[in-house]
């Protein structure tokens, strides 16, 4: 296993990428501090776990999913006795990997009721939850191709459209400002989503919101598919969530100082240009989600 140190390290590189495997890596890296601490009182454990855990928030600080993920294994936990917080807290670790798995597989089989025999795909960026959609819709012996774009500057739709066509899937990739051909002859656009906010946008990788008018334009349907744990409950409060911008080397290396470089990594998209964001609560509008992600997950509001 990846030291805590090797896995923040490669949360910044973007070696792991999207926001569940960030997630879900998170998640790892605290069960390994819990596992390899010399702590001797659950204060001391208390405090060296926090400190990774907002090493590991800092590290992609615009992925609520991850931040949900921490905030779900440090829940209720115990403070008089060591054992019984180490118990405890390897017990909501459990649980969180378990949702993260389960989720999975609930969306791929609401998602791929979306995928007919005959259609295409329109895919942007690399969602491991589209993705699996996608396989499951394979393993039903649906027959369908996907186009998807490569996501410049740093091409995670190479990863998308490797994995595809490994699952046996016939992928034709299009570089992004070819994204209206892509998306003209599509009959749906599946992307993922790194948050949802609590007036129901949507924030994906930068394209998402660009590809969307186009497909309205196409009368494409435009569903999001997404674990309901990337809403941030902190936009409730008013608060704004922020767009990762990234340095400007990604888009151009050695360009020259005086030339700006704009390199915003998501955007958000409205919610009129999304019909619907599939999650494991089921098919609902944006606006609507987020009271049903309020029933199912009250831990999250209470924070
Ligand atoms: C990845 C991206 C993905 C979402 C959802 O951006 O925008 O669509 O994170 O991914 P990056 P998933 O490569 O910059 O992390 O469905 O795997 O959670």
Redesign the pocket.
């Given at each position: 296993m990846a030291d805590v140190s090797q896995v923040i390290r490669d949360i910044k590189s973007?070696r792991i990428?999207?926001?569940?495997?960030v997630a879900n890596e998170a998640v790892k890296a605290i069960k390994q501090t819990v596992t390899a601490t010399r702590a001797k009182t659950p204060n001391t454990l208390l405090l060296e776990l926090s400190k990774t855990r907002n090493l590991l928030i800092k590290a992609r600080s615009t992925e609520p999913?991850l931040r949900n993920a921490l905030l779900y294994v440090f829940k209720d936990l115990p403070h008089d006795d060591l054992r019984v917080f180490k118990r405890e807290i390897l017990l909501n670790i459990q649980e969180a990997q378990k949702h993260i798995r389960d989720v999975n597989r609930r969306i791929s089989d609401i998602g791929s009721m979306k995928i007919k025999n005959g259609m295409i795909v329109f895919t942007h960026?690399?969602?491991?939850?589209?993705v699996n959609i996608l396989k499951e819709a394979k393993k039903q012996g649906k027959r369908f191709s996907v186009h998807n774009t490569e996501t410049r500057p740093?091409f995670?739709g190479r990863i998308t459209a490797l994995e595809l066509s490994r699952a046996g899937i016939p992928v034709t990739h299009f570089v992004d400002s070819a994204a209206r051909l892509a998306l003209k002859k599509a009959d749906i656009m599946l992307?993922?989503?790194?948050a949802i906010t609590a007036e129901g946008k949507v924030i994906?990788?930068i394209g998402s919101e660009l590809f969307a008018e186009v497909a309205g334009r196409y009368d494409i349907p435009v569903y999001s598919c997404?674990d309901s744990w990337k809403f941030d409950p902190e936009t409730i409060f008013g608060f704004e969530e922020p767009i990762e911008s990234r340095g400007r080397k990604e888009v151009w290396d050695k360009a020259p100082k005086e030339i700006t470089i704009d390199n915003h990594?998501?955007e958000i998209i409205s919610s009129e240009s999304v019909d619907g964001v599939i999650t494991e609560l089921g098919v609902f509008k944006p606006e609507v989600l987020v009271e049903e992600i309020e029933d199912e997950y009250p831990w999250m509001f209470k924070h």
């Amino acid at each position: 296993m990846a030291d805590v140190s090797q896995v923040i390290r490669d949360i910044k590189s973007l070696r792991i990428q999207g926001a569940q495997a960030v997630a879900n890596e998170a998640v790892k890296a605290i069960k390994q501090t819990v596992t390899a601490t010399r702590a001797k009182t659950p204060n001391t454990l208390l405090l060296e776990l926090s400190k990774t855990r907002n090493l590991l928030i800092k590290a992609r600080s615009t992925e609520p999913c991850l931040r949900n993920a921490l905030l779900y294994v440090f829940k209720d936990l115990p403070h008089d006795d060591l054992r019984v917080f180490k118990r405890e807290i390897l017990l909501n670790i459990q649980e969180a990997q378990k949702h993260i798995r389960d989720v999975n597989r609930r969306i791929s089989d609401i998602g791929s009721m979306k995928i007919k025999n005959g259609m295409i795909v329109f895919t942007h960026c690399h969602s491991s939850t589209v993705v699996n959609i996608l396989k499951e819709a394979k393993k039903q012996g649906k027959r369908f191709s996907v186009h998807n774009t490569e996501t410049r500057p740093r091409f995670q739709g190479r990863i998308t459209a490797l994995e595809l066509s490994r699952a046996g899937i016939p992928v034709t990739h299009f570089v992004d400002s070819a994204a209206r051909l892509a998306l003209k002859k599509a009959d749906i656009m599946l992307i993922g989503a790194d948050a949802i906010t609590a007036e129901g946008k949507v924030i994906n990788k930068i394209g998402s919101e660009l590809f969307a008018e186009v497909a309205g334009r196409y009368d494409i349907p435009v569903y999001s598919c997404t674990d309901s744990w990337k809403f941030d409950p902190e936009t409730i409060f008013g608060f704004e969530e922020p767009i990762e911008s990234r340095g400007r080397k990604e888009v151009w290396d050695k360009a020259p100082k005086e030339i700006t470089i704009d390199n915003h990594a998501f955007e958000i998209i409205s919610s009129e240009s999304v019909d619907g964001v599939i999650t494991e609560l089921g098919v609902f509008k944006p606006e609507v989600l987020v009271e049903e992600i309020e029933d199912e997950y009250p831990w999250m509001f209470k924070h």
